[in-house]
């Protein structure tokens, strides 16, 4: 894990500098805030202007071809899941704010760009992505920065090089502010069993410079429970030349979408390494989002219990975790 005040990203002539550092992300914000509100006033007098301004069940009736299909996207795109954004046909940007507090650990705060740029004039199977994952798989689960490592904001280049319905293979290629390079092919398929229940499978194999080969594997199975509740459950596995042996996850979570605004989450999920057979850490918690003042500004909070041993030898410790977020959603199409 690297962290600068700032990293810069390079594709041919052009530069894209990432800036993480608390003095600079007031500027940042003043920034997207002006790029953001023409979009809000413009829509502010429709009815239901919703997510990104844009009705969200409209959004995800487009792409979604079952009960339990719709109301995955629907959750994953108001809860900001990093892959609602990189699958999706449009370009999107979040600038996500956030403090989290770990008993066991410490106190921390930071800024992050996350999202992508489609870019139809020169391609439209090509887009810039603004991603913080570990090659491939931050994952709905992974959302309080507490189960994985703290990431720095990537800017790779992403090709789709085919899509169907239930199918999308997908190459990557980036720099690092080292200029390090990072690339990486991503396969996901999603299988409907019933129209209340699917099945989701993704494969990435990625290569990092200084870092060597990896594979991340996530299998995802959501089960819609009424018209506006989802059960789901998660597993993953990780496997990379520099780990300590192959690291695993999984989780259940239950999320219900309000009667009017905002959306909670309750989570269970455990993980661990293969070299070992104990659990490293236990959590439970939720997570509780709701928009403000404008459909693109969301503020969450997200407390839990952490149960967890720093080594095998070492004895279970229980702490609490807190986390606050406020994000900039912003998109266009």
Not at 77 to 93: K, T
Not at 264 to 284: E, T, W
Request: proline share 2%; aromatic share 12%; net charge negative.
């Amino acid at each position: 894990h690297w962290s600068a005040p700032a990293e810069s990203c390079i594709f041919g002539n052009v530069s894209v500098t990432m800036v993480c550092a608390m003095r600079r992300s007031s500027a940042v914000l003043l920034s997207l805030w002006a790029f953001a509100s023409p979009l809000a006033l413009a829509q502010e007098n429709e009815e239901d202007s919703g997510f990104f301004g844009l009705g969200l069940l409209e959004r995800t009736q487009a792409f979604g071809t079952t009960q339990a299909d719709a109301l995955a996207r629907r959750l994953d795109s108001y809860f900001g899941v990093e892959r609602s954004d990189l699958e999706a046909a449009y370009s999107s940007l979040r600038l996500i704010t956030q403090g989290s507090w770990e008993q066991l650990d410490s106190t921390e705060f930071r800024v992050r760009l996350r999202g992508t740029l489609v870019l139809p004039r020169v391609n439209e199977r090509l887009r810039l992505v603004f991603s913080e994952d570990k090659g491939e798989g931050a994952t709905y689960y992974s959302q309080n920065d507490i189960v994985t490592e703290q990431q720095s904001t990537r800017v790779n280049l992403e090709v789709n090089l085919a899509e169907s319905a239930r199918s999308r293979f997908d190459f990557r290629v980036g720099l690092r502010s080292n200029l390090k390079l990072r690339s990486s092919l991503r396969y996901r398929y999603e299988q409907p069993f019933a129209d209340d229940y699917l099945g989701r499978l993704s494969q990435t194999v990625y290569f990092i410079d200084g870092t060597g080969y990896g594979s991340f594997t996530q299998l995802q199975f959501d089960k819609s429970l009424s018209e506006k509740s989802l059960l789901r459950w998660s597993t993953e596995f990780r496997a990379q030349e520099e780990l300590n042996g192959n690291e695993w996850s999984t989780a259940l979570q239950y999320s219900v979408l309000g009667e009017n605004t905002g959306a909670i989450s309750y989570f269970f999920r455990m993980n661990g390494v293969s070299n070992h057979s104990q659990v490293d850490r236990y959590q439970v918690g939720f997570r509780l989002r709701e928009n403000i003042y404008r459909p693109w500004l969301f503020w969450e909070f997200s407390p839990g219990v952490s149960t967890e041993k720093k080594t095998p030898q070492d004895s279970y410790e229980t702490g609490l975790f807190a986390i606050v977020r406020l994000e900039m959603a912003i998109g266009a199409y």
